[in-house]
């Protein structure tokens, strides 16, 4: 990976912003303030916030230094590919969804309810999927190894499989879900194109609507000389 540690851009700013988070998070926690992290039956008991605060949580002084380095490791080589702007929404949005639709999922699965889950594996293992998809069958190099961005991408997977062998399946849910989203978002650009042909369908209806409003002078009815037509008035 080229530039692997970047010292400037938006991942140096999400890896930051994710490890204050968490710190801030376990201390609202403790002091029972209120539960920021995702817990799907209190959720459906009005925690309506949860899907949003749990989005970049992590817990253990391990496991909120891993995220972070992640974050800016995987971040910084997404960034370069997407820009800043797509990678801020795709760290917002993959965990948002995938928070709110493992709350649904807890509807049919009881055994999912009462489940606590932090956000920062799921956007970890988000980043680092889609950054092998998006490299596809082209080499990249990570940490002096030379892989493929797709057998990188079915690491970062088999990483959520091992868990669920020596955690539980019910762990990795919101992980699995996150990893589905982000092959809808690389392989079919959702939500991205979707909201670009929604921002020209409203560019175009602005300008038809304009255009209705225009009515056309002849020559007779104009109030400037006849050679003002090589002017641009």
Same mark, same amino acid.
């Given at each position: 990976?080229?530039?692997?540690?970047?010292?400037?851009?938006? +991942? !140096?700013?999400? @890896? *930051?912003?994710?490890? &204050?988070?968490?710190?801030a998070?376990?201390? &609202?926690?403790q002091r029972?303030?209120?539960?920021p992290?995702?817990?799907?039956?209190?959720?459906?008991?009005?925690?309506?916030?949860?899907?949003?605060?749990? &989005?970049?949580?992590? =817990?253990g002084? %391990?496991? !909120?230094?891993? +995220? @972070?380095?992640?974050?800016?490791? %995987?971040g910084?080589? %997404?960034?370069?590919?997407?820009?800043?702007?797509?990678?801020?929404?795709?760290? &917002?949005?993959?965990?948002? #969804?995938?928070?709110?639709l493992? /709350?649904?999922?807890?509807? /049919?699965w009881? $055994?999912?309810?009462?489940?606590?889950?932090?956000g920062?594996?799921?956007? =970890?293992? @988000? #980043?680092? /999927? $889609?950054?092998?998809l998006?490299?596809?069958?082209?080499?990249?190099?990570?940490?002096?190894i030379?892989? =493929?961005?797709?057998?990188?991408?079915?690491?970062?997977? +088999?990483? !959520?499989?091992?868990?669920?062998?020596?955690?539980?399946?019910?762990? *990795? !849910?919101p992980?699995?879900?996150? +990893?589905?989203?982000?092959?809808?978002?690389?392989?079919?650009?959702?939500?991205g194109?979707?909201?670009?042909?929604?921002?020209?369908?409203? #560019?175009?209806r602005?300008f $038809? #609507?304009?255009?209705?409003?225009?009515n056309? *002078?002849?020559?007779?009815?104009r109030?400037?000389?006849?050679?003002?037509?090589?002017?641009l008035?």
């Open positions: 990976m080229r530039g692997m540690f970047p010292r400037r851009g938006a +991942a !140096v700013h999400l @890896a *930051v912003l994710a490890l &204050i988070l968490s710190v998070g376990w201390l &609202i926690l029972r303030w209120f539960n992290y995702l817990v799907p039956a209190e959720v459906w008991g009005g925690a309506f916030w949860q899907p949003l605060t749990w &989005i970049w949580l992590s =817990t002084a %391990l496991g !909120v230094l891993l +995220a @972070a380095f992640l974050l800016w490791i %995987l910084s080589q %997404l960034e370069l590919l997407w820009g800043r702007p797509k990678l801020w929404y795709f760290c &917002i949005f993959i965990p948002l #969804l995938a928070g709110v493992t /709350v649904g999922v807890a509807r /049919v009881p $055994a999912l309810g009462a489940r606590h889950f932090e920062g594996g799921v956007l =970890t293992t @988000a #980043l680092w /999927v $889609a950054l092998g998006e490299i596809g069958k082209r080499p990249l190099n990570f940490f002096g030379s892989l =493929t961005g797709h057998f990188f991408a079915a690491l970062g997977l +088999a990483f !959520v499989v091992l868990e669920a062998v020596f955690n539980s399946p019910i762990a *990795v !849910v992980s699995l879900v996150g +990893a589905c989203l982000c092959f809808i978002w690389v392989r079919w650009r959702f939500p194109h979707f909201l670009e042909r929604y921002g020209s369908w409203r #560019l175009r602005k $038809a #609507l304009r255009r209705k409003q225009l056309v *002078v002849s020559g007779g009815k109030n400037t000389p006849t050679d003002s037509d090589r002017y008035h």
